[in-house]
C-alpha cells in the first residue's frame, strides 16, 4: 500500500478520495478569506465616501453603496464560513469511517508475529488516533493555514496599489515574523515533548504505588514514597516550566513585532495623509490590513507548528501500521476448491525465526477421512504443524498441500474457510453466546447454531445461563468455564462443517464432567472428517486411525496406535507408560482408569480401555 508509506501520501490519499468535496471546500475558504479582505476595502470605501463626499447628493449615495458592499461582505464571510465548517466536518467525519474501515482491514491482514510484537490496545488507539490525525490536519492547512495566506495575498495586492515600497516592507516583515515564530514554536516542542514524557512517568508512578497499596502499608513505606514522588513531580515540574518560558518568550516575541509595526506604519500612513498623498480611508486601511497581518502571521506559525507536530504523530503510527504485509496470497490466487480434506507436508522446513529452524524436513501424507494424533514433548513442534496447515506462516522450504493445492497458491481466506480449528484457547467476542457460535458461519440461521450447539455438548449449559443463547459472555469469555468455552469452540467448529478439523488439545486441566462433556462433542465432530488432533493426554487419540510422535521438530515414529505401543522401545509407548506411572504414583483410587481418561476416565468408551488393557499388559 504505497499510501501508507508517508503522511504526505497519506493526506494526499484520502482527500482525492473526495476531490469535489474538497475542491468545493478549498474553494469556500478562500472565498471567506477574500471577503474578510473585501470588508476591509468596503471599509475604506466608506470613510473614504463619508469623508470626501461634503454631504452631496451623490457622495451620500456613494455612502450607502459602500455600505452595502460592506454589509454584503460581512454577510458573505459569515455564511461562507458557516458552510466551510458544515461541509469540513462533513467531509472529515465520512474520511474518518473510510480511515479506519481501510485501516482496520490493512492491520487484520498482518502476520501473526505483528500482533505478538504490538499491544491491542495500543493498535486500537492508533486506528482511532490516525483518522484523527487526518481530520486535525485537513482542518488545520484549511481552516488555519489558507486564511492567513488568503489574508496576506489579498492585503499585499492592497498594499501595493497604495503604496508599493510600503508593501515590499510590510510583506518582507510578515514573512520574518512567522519565520521566526515557526522556528521558536518546533524549538519549544522539545520541551512539551519532554514535559509529556514526564507526566507520564508520574502517572505510570502514582497507579503503580495504589495498584501495589498493600505493599505500601505492610512495609511502613507511605513516607519513603512520598518523598520519591516528590523527587520525581520536581523533575515534571521543570520540563513544565520549560515548556512555559517558552511558549511566553514566542509570545512576547510576537507582542514585540506587533507593537513596532503597528506603531510603524501609522506614523508613516500619518504622514503620507498629512502630506495629501493619501485618503483617510487609506489609513483606515493600512491600520486594519497591519493588524490582520500580524495576526495571521501569528495563526501561520500557530497552525505550521501544528501541522508539523500532526505530521510526526501521522509518521509514527504509520511506521507501526503501515509496514508491508509479510505473508500475501500470490497475485490472482484462485480460492482454494474443497476436495475430500487430504492433507500431505512435503519435505517441510520451518522456523519462526528462519536462522532457527523448529521443523526439519516434515513429510507425512494424511487420507481423506483420516484421524492423526500428533504427540510428542513440549516444544517439538505439534502446534506449529496446525499453525502451517492453515497457513498461519508458510515454510522456509518445502510444500503443504491440500486437496492436492498448495496452501500458498490459493487465498488464504478460502482456505482457512475449508478448515475447522479447535484452539487450545477458545477466543470469545464481548457479545452474545449466540453471536459467538454464528461467527463461524455468518448466514446459518437460529436453528442451525442450536443444532451446533446441541452437537458439542452445549445445550445444557446455554439453557441455564441468565439469557440462554442471548447471554452476554463477558470480555474474552471470562463469565464461561473453560470447559464451557471449548465446547462453543467445538460448536463452532461444527457450524463451519468443515471437511478438515484442526483440534489443539487444551493443557488445562478440566474437571472431570467438564473433560468429558467437551470429549464427548469432540468425538461427534470427528464422525467423518480428517482430524489431525495435538494430544497432550495420549488416551484422548487411543482409538484415533493414526500416531506422530514429533521430536524436535521430527517425525521420530508413525503408524496405529496399538501397533506403536506393541514396540517394545518405541517412543509412543514410552511416553505412554510414563504417563501411566505417573498417575499410579499419585496414589489415586483406581488408577489405571484415571489413567485412560487423564482425570475423566469413567465412561470412557470400550475401545481406550482395550488400548489401555494391551499398554499395561505389556509393561
Ligand atoms: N509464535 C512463536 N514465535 C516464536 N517461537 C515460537 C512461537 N510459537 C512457538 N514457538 C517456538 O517453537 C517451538 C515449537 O513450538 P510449538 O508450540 O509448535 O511446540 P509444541 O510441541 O506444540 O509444544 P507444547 O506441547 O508445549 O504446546 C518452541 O520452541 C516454541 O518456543
Redesign the pocket.
Known sequence: MRFLESPVRFLIHYVAARPLGFLLLGAIVITASASAIGVQYAMKLLVDAMTQGGGAAGAVNAVYVALALFISLVVAESLLQRCGAFLLGHMTVTSGIQIRLDMFDYLTGHQ??FF?QQRAGSLGHRIGSLAGNFGALVHRLLMEVTPPLVTFVGALVIFIAIDQRMAGVLAAIFVIVTAILVRHGLRGHVHHRAFAQKAGVVGGELVDLIGNIWVLKAFAARQRELDRLRGILKEEATAQRKGWFFVERVRGLYDIAMAVMVAGTLVWAIGRWSAGAVTTGDVVIIVTLTFRMLHGARDLAMALIDTSQQFSYLDETLEIVGVPHTLTDAPDAPAFVPGAGTVRFDSVVFG?DPARP?LHGLGFEVPAGQKVGIV?P???????ILQLVQRFYDPDSGRILIDGQPTDAVTQESLKQAIAMVPQEVLLFHRSVMENIRFARPDATDEEVRRAAEAAGCADFIAELPEGYDSIVGERGTSLSGGQRQRIGIARAFLKDARIVLLDEA?SALDTESELAVQAGLERLMVGRTVLA?A?RLSTIADFDRVLV?ERGRIVEDGAPQALLAREDGEFRRLWLLQAQGMELSDMPEPRLRLIGGNAMTGLNDRVQAVWRLASGKR
Open positions: 501473526m508475529p505478538q519462526y523448529i510428542g513440549s516444544g517439538a513442534g505439534k502446534s506449529s493443557t495435538v497432550h514429533v
